[in-house]
């Protein structure tokens, strides 16, 4: 998997991703997301901002698919 560029393309609505973003802790931090309401949703501790928008968010990229073993 490669990482696009939000200048590209989007995220679906209700789909979740990783995003490479940047924030006032962090010079760039990889953070899990979701589009909502075509904005993209911090997914961390279960908070969302309250105008439902993200840091400055560059690329995106799907989630992996999960494991096919539970062990």
């Known amino acids: 998997m490669e990482w696009i560029s939000v200048k590209d393309i989007l995220p679906k609505n209700g789909q979740v991703f990783l995003t490479y973003c940047s924030s006032a802790e962090r010079d760039w931090e990889v953070c899990v997301c979701k589009m ?36």
Do not use: A, R
């Open 36 to 71: 909502i309401d075509g904005k993209i949703c911090d997914m961390g501790n279960d908070i969302w901002n309250e105008d439902y928008t993200f840091w400055d968010v560059t690329h995106w990229m799907p989630l992996p698919e999960p494991p096919k073993s539970k062990q």
